[in-house]
């Protein structure tokens, strides 16, 4: 640095003044940068055109899904997933690969009993590929609906708390290209973990076990009924989830709404049959129904008393009802004011 | 079709009216607005957000028709949002999102490519200022930053027309000054047009060269603030030292209709005399005249007389305002 600029008074540099040899009765000061600091133009302002093409409609709606669904994978860019939910959702999706982990530690065993304690236990049959679905607690009770109401959580009631809807109206996003994307977004997240897991357990068991195409052809129906039942516990839980969340301005809401309405409907049917040994009030709990269409579709013994026309009837029409609260919700969304 | 200026129209409409059940929010709105900057004024819940989603194509209307950039508003709503940049008045942003993620969402949701909404979205946050903080997530915003972005989200496609709902709600001084300058710029540089609403009648008059003013979903205003100002009775504006009173009696006496704000007086301009006649009146009632100068209507006289006319009880545009629209410091 030069001297030029630097005024100090009486040849004093400003740590000559601190700790200088003086007697002490000189005029001890110094003056360190007289000069002005120059100002600068902070940046120049400027309209700048843009004469790009537009994308036609599933460019934009697929902008809208990959938001959604890259957040759960990207910490920045889409959507925010707090790192905590990721974390469960990884977790979750871990417990779900659980039964390939014991299909291969199967595989390796030479033990006869442990192999078919193994088999038995985690094997390819109708039980165990409808458990792996709907059944056999926590997973049932505890993974599914949390995987769902971790995801639903503030997708739609985040747009109606923050105005953000504004955002997606004021473009040419209709309100059937913002609700079917949202919709179809949840559904490939739950899909993601619950069909895709199950996918996952079914092939291992093939591959683990060296099976050939007899085997393939003799339990590809079980898997295929499976995947239905799997499917419709995916469909039925985001309708659901997207319903509650349509309602409200709060993610939580959304989240501890799912949870209710599937462990209420169930406790409150579970206390009438202990009391009147009757079933018939499953016909309430989402997962109740799902379970028993998905013992009927997986030809196992039903755990209920009642027909199995009354489940199909109640899944149907819980589907309808949260599917036409949703739309309904959904138009009511603002534009100009919220 | 041209209107006036022998510009063709971005905005037209006839007889268009939307009742919801039976109240009428709009009602017989012709409309035929030339490229550039108009202000679109009227009080609260006078029918100005209805006619922005009318032009929107967001809402069916009841009866009537209308065109935007010459699409059909009944029709071809989604080809009028494309061509749209739309700037709410609310908070509508999302706080975890970063300002460049946000607004290349934004360009995204109307058909940008990733790659294309990026570059773009870094283009017009350094156009609105935002340039520095655009890797900050929004809700570490202050309430300017918001808006900018806001602003950045509107125009990331480059759109044809710009609506601005309230643009300056909640900006201070410097801000809102900002605003304005880049809308203004918006307008010259890009030749782009503006509908703007404000409450702030000297925002709109800084921005716009146009007005629509809305009374009871009716439109009853549509012209360029010129043409308005000239309409105005010209008035002519003297500030005295002492005997105030004194010289409102005077031209009282010569016959002159007195407007009195403590020692600032103003009479109307009859003639190229009425000047004279003043002086005079100065002279016999013994008062200094300090200032004389003909005082020029501004947007708030016009909108203020217009109001009158029509009966509403309005003293000033600031009791328009709620506290959204000054950031929450006025008192109610």
Known sequence: MSDDGIDIEGHKTRMEVAYGAGDGDDEAKAVVASNDAELGSIFEQSYRPWDGELGPRWVRNYAIFRHHVYGLFRGTGHRHYHPMVRLTIFVILLFSLLPVLMLFLASLSSDGFMTDFFSRMWGINRHNLWGQVLGYFPRNLCCWPLLTALVVGGMISDDRKNGTSAIYFSRPVTRLDYTAMKYLSVAVVLGFIIVLSYFVYYTSAIVFNGEGWAYLVDTLPMFVSGLV??????????????????????????????????????????????????????????????????????GIDSNYDHPIAFSIVSVLAINAACVALLTARVSSLEVTRE | MDGEGGSTPIITARSLGKMYGPHMALEDVNLEIPPGAVGVLGPNGAGKSTLFKCLLG???????????????????????????????????????????????????????????????????????????????????????????????????????????????????????????????????????????????????????????????????????????????????????????????????????????????????????????????????????????????????????????????????????????????????
Not at chain 2, 163 to 169: G, H
Not at chain 2, 219 to 247: C, K, T
Not at chain 2, 257 to 277: A, E, H, I, M, S
């Open chain 1, 229 to 298: 039942a799997g499917i419709l516990v995916v469909i039925t839980y985001t309708s659901i989830g997207l319903a509650l969340s349509s309602i409200s301005r709060s993610r939580f809401f959304a989240a501890i709404a799912f949870l209710s309405v599937i462990y209420g409907t169930k406790l409150l049917a579970l206390l009438i049959e202990t009391q009147f040994d009757t079933s018939i009030l499953y016909v309430l709990s989402p997962y109740d129904c799902l379970a028993h269409v998905g013992q009927w579709l997986l």
């Open chain 2, 58 to 332: 967001l809402i069916t209307t009841t009866s009537g028709e209308g065109t935007v950039l010459g699409y059909d508003i009944r029709t071809e709503g989604d080809k009028i949002r494309s061509r749209i940049g739309y700037m709410p008045e609310y908070d509508a942003l999302d706080p975890g999102l970063s300002a460049i993620d946000q607004v290349r969402y934004a360009g995204e949701l109307v058909g940008m490519n990733p790659a294309h909404a990026t570059r773009r979205a870094h283009e017009v946050l350094q156009y609105v200022g935002l340039k520095d903080q655009r890797y900050r997530k929004i809700e570490t915003y202050s309430t300017g930053m918001k808006q900018a972005a806001k602003l950045a989200c509107a125009l990331v496609h480059d759109p044809d027309v710009l609506i601005c709902d309230e643009p300056t709600n909640g900006l201070d001084q410097k801000a809102r000054e900002f605003m304005l300058q880049t809308l203004r710029r918006t307008v010259s540089e890009g030749n782009r047009s503006v509908l703007m609403s404000s409450h702030v009648m000297d925002d709109v008059q800084e921005v716009c060269e146009r007005i629509v003013m809305i009374h009871k979903g009716r439109i009853v205003v549509q012209r360029r603030i010129e043409d308005l100002a000239r309409q105005i009775e010209r008035e002519i504006e003297i500030s005295v030292w002492g005997g105030a009173s004194r010289m409102q009696q005077e031209l009282e006496t010569r016959g002159f209709k007195v407007r009195r704000l403590g020692r600032v007086l103003r009479v109307d301009r009859v003639d190229d005399g009425t000047t004279r006649k003043v002086l005079e009146a100065a002279v016999s009632a013994d008062v200094q005249v300090r200032q004389m100068k003909e005082y020029e209507p501004d947007l708030e006289d016009i909108f203020l007389l217009i109001m009158e006319r029509l009966g509403a009880e309005v003293r000033g545009t600031s009791d328009l305002m709620t506290t959204a629209h000054t950031g929450g410091d006025r008192d109610e």
